[in-house]
């Protein structure tokens, strides 16, 4: 019986080094670790090319991503190495024109191969950034390949070999990754790792995507940073002689390669929708941002604002979402989805307010935001003068405290937040600050009446504690968190009783420590 087996990421955003001259970030791929050299004299494997920057006249200098070759147009990688998501970065697909491929040959150098520019570039519209599901990519070429001895197609996975593929069977793996001794050859390198099964690999990674991954290395044979889109091949059960893709090199630990407990992750390429986009004839073009979005309307507390998209390429389709950017992350104003308006609350005056935009189609996603907006803040209304011998009041002693979040530290599985409440005054104080944290995580599910598991969406809500530093600044600490996205809710009370009517809140998501490739 085949395993379920999931192939996965196995990327690690690159240390930014590659593409500085086009201001774009690419997580060098796995390499093959530690590999044995490719004799120069032969191409064991024809299907394999190297990703490079357009404009480096050496191949080795330019060097990005593997990849191989699908047909004499289009070339399959992975889906992390075309799609800028790195801290800071662009959050947009890679300009085709930034990036060529070389074919052809087992040695990167100025006259490596065969060299040709990229037209397009395409990635599963199912890709998640965040835990690399679904991390495949399809490039179409700016002419055509011509295959031969040395340029050669490979097939995906047909059944009978993926059937073959168990749990201790052997696939190979090629690259110009990284190798033991720290360094990146100039040739193409291979090495022969064993699959994993799904159920040894998933504990070791937050967020395994079993349908959609599958596991393969030891501690001696692994791919490494620099092969990433490179194939994880196996001999086809149906033709002798000839081998078939069973994944696409994606992302590996943080403590680096051929880790005991930690095997190499790869896009499963027999996965049903995964193996339905690859096999596209015209890929379509992954979706990018010509203007950037923008906040229209009257900013003001009251106000509602619209999310304008910007003008982008690609025909997507938007979601939306309200934020107020901090030094400590993002804070949510609006859930992402199709509501492109939000009124600006009093909480929000004088902070910064910015609009984001999720573009998708079937050739990928894009991200883009607005510039921000500062919301000013209302002037001051003076004490309504009670009638002669009448109880005092103002329209202040009506209005509510307003809790401010100053600073957020989180580690894996504890945030702490400080609070700053302002209250208009004739209160006597603040009473107190509530806090409440709705967790919301990937785990393993167990049906009823089965023993078997599978990967699902839990949420759990607790209270945080709560501790006043001074009379208007609070500390509020949520430990034991599972890894997740976090959402706290913060309420000021003053002494009056007035308590504060729309909550101030927060998302913060918590990761295991992952190191990309």
Not at 256 to 272: D, L
Not at 349 to 368: R, Y
Request: charged share 15%; net charge positive; hydrophobic share 35%.
């Amino acid at each position: 019986m085949p395993k379920s087996r999931l192939m996965g990421l196995r990327w690690v955003f690159a240390p930014a080094a590659a593409f500085v001259a086009v201001s774009l970030f690419c997580a060098p791929a796995w390499a093959v670790y530690p590999g044995t050299s490719v004799v120069t004299s032969g191409n064991p494997a024809p299907y394999q090319v190297e990703i490079v920057k357009s404009g480096t006249n050496d191949a080795y200098d330019g060097r990005w991503c593997g990849g191989s070759v699908r047909d004499e147009r289009h070339i399959v990688t992975a889906a992390h190495c075309i799609f800028d998501n790195e801290l800071g970065g662009s959050g947009q697909p890679v300009p085709a024109s930034s990036i060529d491929v070389i074919a052809g040959t087992t040695t990167l150098n100025s006259t490596s191969g065969f060299r040709i520019p990229v037209k397009s570039v395409s990635f599963d519209d199912d890709y998640d950034p965040a835990s690399f599901s679904h991390d495949a990519a399809v490039l179409t070429l700016n002419g055509q390949l011509a295959l031969g001895p040395q340029i050669q197609s490979i097939l995906p996975v047909s059944r009978p070999s993926w059937e073959a593929a168990t749990p201790g069977s052997f696939a190979t793996v090629t690259g110009w990754g990284r190798i033991a001794t720290g360094f990146d050859p100039r040739t193409l390198r291979r090495t022969t790792v064993p699959i994993v099964s799904d159920a040894s690999c998933a504990p070791s990674y937050e967020g395994f995507d079993a349908p959609a991954m599958t596991c393969a290395g030891d501690t001696t044979n692994d791919a490494c940073f620099g092969d990433s889109g490179s194939a994880l091949v196996v001999p086809s059960m149906t033709t002798p002689g000839v081998t078939e893709m069973l994944g696409i090199v994606s992302f590996g630990p943080s403590s680096g390669c051929a880790v005991s407990g930690y095997p190499g992750v790869y896009t499963e390429v027999y996965e049903s929708d995964i193996n339905a986009y690859l096999g596209q004839t015209n890929p379509m073009s992954a979706p990018r941002t010509l203007v950037a979005p923008s906040v229209d309307g009257t900013v003001a507390v009251g106000s509602t604002v619209t999310c304008n998209p910007g003008n982008w390429e690609g025909s997507p389709a938007f979601s939306y979402q309200f934020i107020i950017p901090t030094a400590s992350g993002d804070v949510a104003r609006t859930a992402q989805g199709a509501q492109s308006s939000y009124t600006i609350q009093a909480a929000d005056a004088g902070s910064a307010l910015e609009c984001s935009v999720k573009g998708t189609n079937a050739g990928g996603l894009a991200f883009a935001e607005s510039a921000a907006v500062t919301v000013p803040v209302p002037e001051q209304q003076p004490p309504v003068q009670p009638p002669s011998g009448g109880t005092s009041q103002t329209l202040q002693d009506t209005a509510a405290p307003v809790a401010r979040i100053t600073k957020t530290t989180c580690t894996a599985t504890r945030c702490t937040l400080t609070v700053a409440v302002t209250d208009i005054g004739f209160s006597a104080g603040i009473k107190t600050v509530q806090s409440s944290v709705r967790s919301t995580y990937r785990t393993r599910c167990k049906r009823k009446g089965s023993h078997k598991t599978y990967a699902c969406t839990k949420h759990r809500t607790i209270k945080p504690s709560v501790a006043a530093l001074t009379s208007t600044r609070y500390k509020v600490v949520a430990s034991k968190l599972p890894y997740g996205t976090q959402r706290f809710t913060i309420v000021a009370i003053d002494k009056a009783g007035h308590r504060q009517a729309l909550p101030t809140t927060k998302t913060v998501t918590t990761k295991k420590p992952k190191k990309r490739r």
